[in-house]
C-alpha cells in the first residue's frame, strides 16, 4: 500500500521552505506566491456535476439526496452524493492561482462510485472541470490517495483490467500519475504528458499501421490539446474491442485509445478512428 503524506504537514513545509531559498523569477524579481482565495469556497454548499449520473447536483452541508429515479437513472430507487475529503490545493494550470481537487462519492441502486474533480479558480469563483481526475467503481479498489504536488495532483490508484480481474478483486495493478489543466483540459503531466486514461498494456496489443499522419489528443474531442504535432508512426496498438467485426460500427465510437510506437518510444493519446482505419 502507498504512504500517504499528510497535505497540510507538506504544504506548510513546501511554504517555509520556498520562504527561506529566496526563490526569484529568471530577471531577478520575486516569484509571487500563489492566490489561495479558494480556499475560502464553500465546496460543501455548491452545484456539482456528478460524471456517473451525468446529471448536476447541489450539495447542502456536504452531501445531498434524491429519490426520483427519473433524474438519477440508473440508480433505481434513488441516490445520495458525500464529500469524500477535505480539499487538497494547488496551481494545477500555471495562472497564478491556488485550484482545488475534490472527492464526490455517489451511491443508488446498484450503484457505487467515487470521483476526484479540479476546481479552477476563475474570476473569484470556483468553477468545476466535469472530468474526473480519477473515479472508481463499485468494482474497482477504493482510490489509494490524492495528494497535492507541484503543478498540480498525485494519483495513485489501482488499474482493473476488464479481461483478467473480476468484481471481487477489484484490480492488483498500482498506479501513480501528476493531473494538471491545459488550455481549460484536464490531463496527465507526469510521468508523460498525456490523457488521463491509462494506456494499458496489457489491453492495447493489437497492432494497426495507418498509411498517413496522426494526431494524439488527451482527449475525444478536437478541442483538446495535442499530445504532440501530428506525425506518422511505426504502428499504433489498440484494443481487440476498437477492430472486432462483430461490435456495430455506430457503437465503435469516433475515437480510441491508442499506444502509438515510435522506435522504441511509445506515446498515449485519443485518436479519431478516421486516422487509423
Not at 469524500?84 to 500555471?94: C, K, Q, V
Not at 483538446?224 to 477492430?243: N, T
Request: glycine share 10%; proline share 7%.
Amino acid at each position: 500500500m502507498f504512504a500517504t503524506v499528510p497535505r497540510f504537514v507538506t504544504g506548510s513545509l513546501a511554504g517555509a521552505l520556498l520562504a527561506m531559498s529566496g526563490c526569484s523569477s529568471p530577471d531577478g524579481s520575486p516569484t509571487p506566491s500563489p492566490s489561495r482565495e479558494i480556499r475560502d469556497f464553500d465546496f460543501a454548499n455548491a452545484e456539482w456535476f456528478d460524471t456517473s449520473a451525468a446529471e448536476t447536483v447541489t450539495l447542502e452541508h456536504g452531501s445531498a439526496k434524491r429519490s426520483d429515479d427519473a433524474s438519477i437513472s440508473p440508480m433505481d430507487g434513488g441516490g445520495s452524493w458525500k464529500l469524500l475529503d477535505a480539499p487538497r490545493f494547488a496551481d494545477a494550470d500555471g495562472d497564478g492561482d491556488e485550484d482545488a481537487a475534490v472527492g464526490l462519492s455517489t451511491s443508488g441502486g446498484q450503484s457505487v462510485n467515487a470521483a476526484w474533480y479540479i476546481w479552477l479558480w476563475r474570476d473569484g469563483s470556483a468553477v468545476q472541470l466535469q472530468k474526473p481526475i480519477v473515479s472508481t467503481t463499485r468494482c474497482d479498489r477504493p482510490i489509494e490517495a490524492v495528494t497535492a504536488v507541484t503543478g498540480g495532483f498525485e494519483v495513485r490508484a489501482f488499474l482493473f483490467h476488464s479481461d483478467k480481474d473480476n468484481c471481487g478483486g477489484g484490480g492488483v495493478v498500482p498506479i501513480s500519475y501528476v493531473a494538471g489543466v491545459r488550455d481549460g483540459w484536464p490531463v496527465r503531466i507526469r510521468p508523460t504528458y498525456g490523457p488521463l486514461a491509462t494506456c494499458n498494456p496489457q489491453e492495447l496489443i493489437v497492432p494497426l499501421r495507418p498509411v498517413g499522419v496522426v494526431q494524439l489528443r488527451v482527449d475525444t474531442d478536437d478541442r483538446a490539446p495535442v499530445v504532440e504535432p501530428a506525425q506518422k508512426y511505426d504502428s499504433l496498438l489498440v484494443s481487440e474491442l476498437a477492430v472486432s467485426p462483430y461490435i456495430p460500427e455506430e457503437q465503435k465510437g469516433d475515437w480510441v485509445l491508442a499506444r502509438a510506437a515510435r522506435g522504441d518510444e511509445l506515446v498515449c493519446g485519443y485518436v479519431r478512428m478516421d486516422q487509423i482505419l
